[in-house]
């Protein structure tokens, strides 16, 4: 243990970034895990190991054989949300009435993509709502405030967005979303 505190004092002194002091600590700590392992001897003559050493592990897999069908005028969540919700801006409206309206682009190119979106509210205790909302290319609609979970596909292909956004009360929510 002095020595790793004597390594790291010594390249703190040094002129090493904080990553590069932060990646030998770890790698010293890593070999005093390996170090650390016992070896013991039987009276027979054998030897067996303890051994402390983390086994490897890798990341998850970010990529999927499997494929989900997506109904955006069902109610049900889908398994993980697609696309993403970038941003919801606010704008006053002179009616006070809470709406919105939604602008899409393609996820990967940035390109301005005609869409149909189907809004459903969300309850207080986390239950979607069979009835739906339906929104669609970038008209504005008149809806009530609150939580809900949105379905969204373009009508160029197999684009979707889903996922739970908060709309707020007496304003236009311009809400933009990228579709995957």
């Not at 939604?102 to 069979?130: C, E, H, R, V």
Request: glycine share 6%; hydrophobic share 30%; net charge positive.
């Amino acid at each position: 243990m002095k020595k790793i505190v004597l390594c790291a004092l010594a390249l703190s002194l040094c002129a090493c970034k904080s990553t590069d002091i932060r990646n030998i600590t770890s790698s010293v700590a890593d070999i005093a895990a390996i170090g650390a392992s016992t070896t013991t001897s039987s009276s027979d003559g054998s030897f067996s190991t303890n051994s402390s050493t983390p086994e490897y592990s890798h990341k998850q897999q970010q990529y999927s054989t499997a494929s989900e069908n997506i109904y955006i005028t069902n109610s049900d969540r889908t398994k993980r949300n697609y696309g993403a919700i970038r941003s919801i801006e606010s704008e006053k409206n002179p009616k006070g009435m809470t709406m919105v309206r939604f602008l899409s682009y393609q996820q990967d190119s940035g390109a301005p993509m005609k869409s149909s979106s189907y809004l459903y509210a969300i309850d207080s205790n986390g239950w979607t709502s069979q009835k739906s909302v339906s929104a669609h290319y970038a008209k504005t609609i008149m809806i009530n405030s609150g939580q809900y979970y949105l379905k969204a596909r373009s009508s160029q292909g197999e684009f979707y967005t889903t996922g739970t956004l908060t709309l707020l009360p007496g304003v236009t929510n311009v809400v933009t979303i990228d579709l995957q």
